[in-house]
């Protein structure tokens, strides 16, 4: 099942006796477990044990969840980071007897509610213990979203906040915080105090309040460097030294953009599609989708000739030519310049 799934029955207390949730999304995974903390033990702590499969035993969770509660009438057990299911295992000071858990998984109690959590991007789906999880338990998938979900969880959000989002300003929201969920949801929640109940984020809010990250800001310079306005990069500049970033940390950051725009115009001119280019290249959606936004603006030649004036800078620094802010202060003009 979806995340979005698996909450949905959650919230109605429609309790499963095994979960097994799994993926790479880490805000998703705590949601869920934070929901089954609430429903299932209904926030008390003595129904509730949580184990770490990195520093103890499998059989000591699937032992804990065939103990009778003496507590309520159910009990939670929580088992994190189950490394056996990994194609290449941790190596641990003890050894799992992964024939417990398939023989729980078959037959669990009535009375508890065993979580397996697998916050890994992949798990080894030809071993015996992952394909009895995935098929005789309640399964969570909690990847990345998928760029085209993300405006419609973020409309859910706002809906439930009792505000609304202009489009431009959800563009700045996808821009900034698309790949950090949990701090999307923070930000939203800051805004929607600030609006208050039926008010409306427009885009004027957004940029004034939306606390900036560091990725999202090294866009904002790339987007500063395509319109060649320099009072707006040196702007952006200036406030990353106040977060304390290190030029060098930005350049590296710029180059990554300057990279992404430049694969992403080679692979285009190939016939990739948008699906296949974020395939190929193992990056974020929204990096492709600005990518491709971006590459118009340049040419190949020119992309290349950027890379070069990135690491040329870059080295300048590293071996003490030239001072690092006027450096990169000088990097902007002369990107800005010949853009």
Not at 106 to 127: F, G, H, M, N, Q
């Amino acid at each position: 099942m979806s995340y979005m799934e698996v909450l949905k029955k959650i919230k109605k207390k429609n309790i499963a006796p095994v979960y097994f949730i799994y993926g790479s999304e880490a805000y998703f995974i705590e949601n869920l477990k934070n929901q089954l903390i609430e429903k299932v033990t209904e926030n008390n702590e003595d129904s509730l044990s949580v184990y770490d499969l990195e520093e103890v035993p499998i059989e000591d969770a699937v032992g804990d969840a065939e103990t009778y509660p003496f507590f309520g009438d159910r009990k939670l057990v929580i088992a994190m980071n189950p490394v056996f299911l990994k194609a290449k295992p941790d190596k641990l000071p003890f050894e799992h007897n992964i024939a417990e858990l398939e023989r729980y998984i078959a037959s669990p109690a009535e009375y508890s509610t065993l979580v397996i959590i697998a916050p890994y991007e992949k798990i080894d789906e030809r071993k015996k213990v992952t394909k009895l999880l995935k098929k005789q338990t309640t399964v969570a998938e909690c990847n990345e979203i998928k760029d085209n979900d993300l405006k419609q969880w973020v409309n859910s959000l706002a809906r439930k906040l009792d505000i609304t989002i202009t489009n431009e300003a959800y563009e700045i929201f996808e821009a900034e915080l698309s790949t950090n969920l949990h701090q999307l949801e923070n930000e939203l929640n800051k805004l929607a105090l600030y609006t208050g109940p039926k008010g409306e984020i427009t885009k004027e809010i957004a940029e004034e309040l939306i606390s900036h990250t560091t990725n999202s800001s090294s866009l904002r310079l790339v987007d500063a460097v395509i319109e060649k306005n320099l009072h707006k990069a040196i702007t952006i500049f200036k406030d990353l030294l106040k977060m304390k970033e290190e030029p060098i940390a930005l350049i590296s950051l710029i180059a990554f953009q300057f990279r992404s725009i430049l694969r992403v115009k080679l692979l285009k001119q190939q016939g990739y599609s948008q699906f296949q280019i974020q395939k190929q290249l193992g990056i974020h959606p929204y990096v492709v989708k600005i990518a491709l936004n971006r590459e118009k603006q340049f040419s190949v030649d020119r992309l290349e000739k950027i890379i070069i004036q990135l690491t040329n800078t870059d080295a300048a620094i590293k071996q003490g030519k030239m001072e690092k802010d006027l450096a990169f202060e000088l990097l902007l003009y002369e990107l800005i310049e010949a853009a």
